[in-house]
């Protein structure tokens, strides 16, 4: 079962534009990571935030955590035609004892030139 | 290798077959994990092993569905009396130890889509 949503389901920009894409989820979690799949196969790990953390930072990339509402949000900023990808948010929650992730539906992201 | 790798990437079979998928991980990787997308959805957990023994099979949609991991590196997942509901991307991840409650980053492989007419 899906743990979330992520919302948009799409959502589709101008280069140099900023994206951004929320999640929301059901769990308690340890941790929530963000992942990028081009063309429906494999998924790239693009960061993680645990907890405790309100918000992180990596190169053109900024996610949130609100436990309190149990929503994330990722900011990509300055987009290029080649961010154009499905973006997932995963979680470890304790349907398992926090031991695999969960996976929402995904934001398709299309960034035009 | 420098990746997760899959074979096959593609495969077309008949309902009723038996198909087998396989993935060989990062070399190091104690951890492997099963999970199956959907066309739409987000990939959905299977089964993840720890070294050579199945830690949670608790994804596995039915008893036609079995995997292992005999040494502990490659694995290959099963199907038997394949369901044209069985169609769907299966993606394989690794990483190098798994931490219950910790981090977990997994890489995951380029995936094997499976279509059963």
């Known amino acids: 079962s899906q743990q979330g949503e992520e919302d948009p389901q799409a959502l589709s920009i101008q280069e140099g534009e900023n994206a951004t894409m929320n999640c929301s989820y059901k769990?308690?979690?340890?941790?929530l990571q963000w992942y990028r799949q081009n063309s429906g196969r494999g998924l790239v790990h693009l960061i993680l935030i645990r907890s405790n953390e309100r918000e992180k930072h990596s190169g053109r990339l900024r996610v949130t955590l609100d436990t309190s509402k149990k929503s994330s949000s990722l900011l990509i900023t300055a987009s290029r035609a080649a961010d154009t990808a499905s973006y997932f948010c995963?979680?470890?929650?304790?349907?398992?004892?926090?031991?695999?992730?969960?996976f929402g539906k995904g934001t398709m992201l299309l960034v035009s030139p | 290798g420098a990746g997760v790798s899959q074979t096959p990437s593609n495969k077309v079979t008949e309902k009723g077959k038996y198909v087998e998928l396989r993935c060989d991980p990062i070399?190091?990787?104690?951890?492997l994990y099963w999970y199956r997308q959907s066309l739409g959805q987000g990939p959905e957990f299977l089964i993840y092993?720890?070294?050579?023994?199945?830690?949670?099979d608790s994804g596995l949609p039915n008893d036609r569905f079995f995997a292992v991991r005999p040494e502990g590196s490659v694995s290959t997942l099963k199907i038997q009396r394949t369901e044209r509901g069985d169609s769907a991307v299966y993606l394989c991840?690794?990483?190098?130890?798994?931490?219950?409650?910790?981090?977990?980053?997994?890489?995951f492989g380029p995936g094997t889509r499976l279509t059963v007419l």
């Open positions: 769990t308690s979690i340890n941790n």
């Open positions: 092993f720890q070294g050579t023994g199945a830690a949670d």
């Open positions: 070399s190091g990787h104690t951890a």
């Open positions: 995963a979680t470890d929650g304790p349907n398992s004892g926090y031991s695999t992730l969960t």
């Open positions: 991840a690794s990483s190098l130890r798994h931490l219950a409650g910790g981090y977990n980053e997994q890489f």
